[in-house]
């Protein structure tokens, strides 16, 4: 450990050689008359040879728990893990839904965990979290409304609602019976019906019209003068009105599209026929037999009322004279509370006539003195709507 003549001596530095034959991985320290060998930070041995020590193999090289060790020669790192930030030694969870919600879809929840996140979407989207599309509730068992209602769907949701005619929240639906309020807006004269969500009107036998609006069959303007509860004679109306087209037994077309009646357009039937006065579906009625087989009662019962107002209404009956009813153009014979007494045995039901030239009856009534007043029911004509008109039978 010394060199010298033996007088003098001095002390060998073997460190300075080829680190006194230590470990690379060793510190060679120098002593009088030696030296000693000592491993580095991070190996292990006698100093000859030095091992490396793996840091990493005893409490994660005292790196955090969400940190990974890495082991290098002579040394280690610690880097946190995914999900976390700090030194390694020290790692803290990083809140990824704090940005961005995390990049999860605008239509699902971020939750934080712990070094990571999930992406959940919301109730009424489907996916993976990172994209989620609407779903569309309506499209499976209607959504789970009433049947009775419609299913509309919305960005992540849904709505039920009640259809017409029906009331609920949708889920559970009640047909509405709108019959039960105020008829369902029926006519007062027609018959309201209530159906699964909704209701229909029908005018009562004897009228017509959409139920809503009911008006008396029979007479072309809507209104009866005789036989006036339509429900009561269904099949035969007193129809008062006006006609210059001379005639009953020559003119029974309609000739001014039926507005002749009283309380129609052309109420004193300029360029009407008497068959103006009868609505479509009706006509004049034919004999005392039409009428006495559409009157309910088989009489002229019921074409006027006690206190009426004067009224005659015509069939197409005439006669050959003398008040009596059979083959002829003499006389008119009909209805009403108007006019002179027929022959009872022929003209049974029909009530009254018209007497020669309509003088039982008086203007407007007007029988023209053609052939010698023997064809009133050829010739006559009624300037105005007072005092009858005809009787209209059902088709």
Do not use: M
């Not at 479509?280 to 074409?303: D, E, F, L, M």
């Not at 030239?357 to 008086?362: P, T």
């Amino acid at each position: 450990g010394f060199s010298g003549d033996g007088k003098t001596c001095t002390d060998i530095n073997e460190c300075a050689t080829n680190n006194g034959g230590c470990s690379a991985n060793a510190t060679c320290a120098n002593t009088a008359g030696s030296f000693t060998c000592t491993c580095k930070a991070g190996y292990s041995g006698d100093g000859k040879t030095c091992a490396d020590i793996n840091e990493c193999a005893t409490n994660n090289g005292g790196c955090s728990a969400n940190a990974t060790c890495a082991n290098t020669a002579g040394s280690f790192t610690c880097t946190c893990k995914a999900g976390f930030s700090g030194d390694g030694k020290t790692c803290t969870d990083i809140n990824e839904c704090a940005t961005n919600n995390g990049g999860c879809s605008a239509n699902a929840t971020c939750a934080n965990s712990a070094g990571s996140f999930t992406c959940t979407c919301k109730t009424g989207y489907s996916g993976d979290g990172k994209t989620c599309a609407d779903v569309n509730e309506c499209a499976t068992n209607n959504g789970g409304c009433s049947a009775n209602a419609t299913c509309s769907n919305s960005a992540g949701s849904f709505s039920c609602a009640c259809k017409t005619g029906f009331s609920g929240d949708g889920k559970t639906c009640t047909d509405i019976n709108e019959c039960a309020t105020n008829n369902g807006g029926c006519d007062a004269n027609a018959t309201c019906t209530n159906t699964a969500g909704s209701f229909s009107c029908a005018c009562k036998a004897g009228l017509s019209g959409d139920g809503k609006t009911c008006k008396p069959e029979g007479c072309a303007d809507g209104t009866r003068e005789g036989y006036v509860a339509a429900a009561t004679y269904p099949n035969i109306a007193g129809c008062s009105g006006g006609w210059s087209v001379a005639g009953l037994l020559s003119t029974t077309a309609p000739k001014c599209s039926l507005a002749g009646g009283n309380s129609g357009s052309n109420p004193n039937g300029t360029g009407c026929s008497a068959a103006d006065l009868c609505q479509t579906g009706w006509h004049i009625c034919a004999s005392a037999v039409q009428v006495k087989n559409a009157s309910p009662t088989g009489t002229c019962t019921g074409a006027t009322t006690s206190g009426s107002a004067s009224l005659f209404f015509a069939t197409l009956q005439s006669g050959p004279g003398g008040g009596a009813c059979g083959s002829g153009t003499n006389d008119l014979f009909g209805c009403g509370n108007l006019g002179s007494a027929p022959d009872a045995t022929t003209c049974a039901p029909l009530n009254v006539f018209s007497h020669n030239v309509c003088s039982a009856l008086g203007a407007p009534w007007s029988c023209p003195t053609n052939n010698g007043g023997l064809d009133e029911a050829i010739n006559v004509v009624k300037s105005g709507p007072l005092l009858g008109g005809v009787l209209c039978c059902r088709n």
